[in-house]
């Protein structure tokens, strides 16, 4: 695939584009109000796209790339290959599509079934076990970041921290579910309270989107 480099010009190319939520902005309350929606997505992720807007140049596909090289491989052949300013806001970027493409609205005892949910009885003993654990890692993870489901070459469940803008992809693995720790994503409705914040977060999880990324 082709690589991006920095725009010198800093010229506004528009190669990315804001994501469309799934849902509307009400649609996640209690656990999300739209007033963070509409910081943390209207605000902080359209930042994070005009940023490399302004900073990276359109890509340049190999032969075989030409017709598929869509804006998802894009941000993944950039934080793969790239570093500084724009790794940082691809990261931002890529980690946020995932993030908010995960959700649905609240659903009381929501849970995934079939494949996934055996995988992960299989792994951690049981979903009540896997949540503690993921919500144990989010919760200490110093300062700002991410906490990650994700799925390795042989399909074995991990669970990882990742800081700042950085995803699983760079480890070799394949992100399925992420919490965002940051405090922009939460401090609205939970202030300090970051395992509040975690905690509530399984009501709004569609599980189905995290299966087909695990089948993906």
Same mark, same amino acid.
Do not use: C
């Given at each position: $695939?082709? !690589? ?8 506004? !190319? @528009?190669? =990315?584009?804001? $994501? ?7 649609? +996640?309350e209690?656990?999300?109000n739209k007033?963070?929606?509409a910081?943390?997505?209207? !605000?902080? +992720?359209?930042?994070?796209?005009? @940023? ?23 941000l993944?052949?950039?934080v793969?290959h790239?570093?500084g300013a724009? *790794?940082n ?5 890529l980690?946020? @599509?995932?993030? =908010?493409?995960?959700?649905? &609205?609240p ?8 494949? *996934?949910?055996? &995988?992960?009885? /299989? ?10 654990e993921?919500? !144990?890692k ?7 970041g991410?906490? %990650?489901?994700s799925?390795?070459k #042989?399909?074995?469940l ?14 070799g693995?394949k992100? +399925?579910?992420?919490?965002?720790? %940051?405090?922009?994503a ?5 202030q @300090? /309270? /970051?395992? #509040?914040?975690?905690?509530a977060l %399984?009501?709004?999880i569609?599980?189905d989107?995290?299966?087909? /990324?695990?089948?993906?």
């Amino acid at each position: $695939m082709g !690589k991006f480099e920095v725009n010198e010009q800093r010229e506004q !190319k @528009n190669i =990315f584009q804001l $994501m469309a939520l799934p849902y509307a902005p009400e649609a +996640l309350e209690p656990v999300i109000n739209k007033e963070t929606i509409a910081f943390h997505h209207g !605000k902080h +992720l359209a930042g994070y796209v005009n @940023n490399l807007n302004g900073l990276a140049s359109p890509p340049n596909p190999s032969p075989k790339d030409e017709g598929s090289f869509g804006e998802l491989e894009a941000l993944v052949e950039i934080v793969l290959h790239s570093e500084g300013a724009i *790794l940082n806001n691809a990261g931002q970027i890529l980690n946020h @599509n995932l993030y =908010f493409g995960q959700f649905t &609205a609240p659903k009381s005892d929501n849970r995934p079934v079939g494949r *996934l949910a055996e &995988a992960i009885d /299989r792994q951690f003993g049981s979903f009540e076990a896997f949540k503690e654990e993921f919500q !144990k890692k989010g919760a200490t993870l110093f300062g700002s970041g991410w906490v %990650w489901l994700s799925a390795d070459k #042989d399909g074995k469940l991990v669970i990882t921290q990742e800081p700042n803008a950085a995803n699983p992809i760079q480890k070799g693995l394949k992100p +399925l579910l992420t919490f965002d720790v %940051w405090e922009h994503a939460y401090y609205l409705d939970y202030q @300090n /309270r /970051r395992p #509040d914040h975690l905690a509530a977060l %399984w009501q709004i999880i569609d599980w189905d989107v995290i299966e087909s /990324r695990l089948d993906g």
